[in-house]
């Protein structure tokens, strides 16, 4: 059942949407080709890279949690650095948030272009790239139009679309993991590490 807001604003995202919201956010597109990339730089430390930024992002992410759970106003980073330094470094870091979520999205709509260039070779250059783009923007653009409930409808589809093959990977792969195919004998240089 939709509630509105005393601002005005249409509360129709339940619980189980924004949980599905969070994870499509945490998940991202990278995680499909990022650890084939990781390994082939740096080998079995691989999986301590993995671990060290596990532990780095639940630190953020523990920071974040603590201080929104102190304001019940909206505006995430914006708002934190506004209310705590200040108007001018809250305009700072809300045009930061904007520029890494617009370019986030960038990197995401090129990432599915290079995937779809998998299945089709068109996909991947010249006007079949800015096709796909165009229809990726105005798809998603679209949806958002006709509505918040529809928009968390396709979060949630675009969730189990993540999820479930990244769950039949992982099944699949115990299979054919080999423990004494990861040697820890030679140590990456801090180049590649870094990378």
């Known amino acids: 059942m939709e509630t509105v807001s005393q601002e005005g604003l249409v ?5 189980w949407d924004l949980i599905a919201l969070a994870i499509n956010a945490i998940i991202g597109a990278g995680i ?9 730089r740096i080998g079995s430390y691989s999986i301590i890279a993995f671990l060290v930024c596990a532990v780095v992002i639940s630190l953020i992410v523990l920071c974040f949690a603590e201080v929104g759970s102190r304001f019940t106003e909206t505006g995430g980073p914006y708002l934190y650095a506004r ?35 998998y299945f089709w070779t068109g996909a991947t250059a010249g006007g079949g790239r800015t096709i796909v783009i165009v229809l990726v923007i105005v798809s998603l653009t679209t949806i958002n139009i006709i509505g918040v409930k529809q928009a968390a409808i396709a979060s949630n589809i675009f969730t189990i679309g993540k999820l479930v093959p990244l769950l039949i990977f992982i099944a699949a792969g115990l299979f054919f993991l080999q423990p004494g195919g990861y040697s820890f004998a030679e140590h990456p240089t801090y180049t590649p590490f870094s990378q």
């Open 32 to 40: 499909f080709g990022l650890p084939s990339e990781v390994f082939s």
């Open 11 to 15: 509360r129709s995202i339940r619980r």
């Open 83 to 117: 209310k705590t330094f200040g108007p001018t470094l809250g305009f700072e870091v809300g045009w930061l948030v904007w520029l890494a979520r617009l370019t986030a999205f960038a990197a995401n709509c090129n990432l599915l272009v290079n995937y779809l260039g």
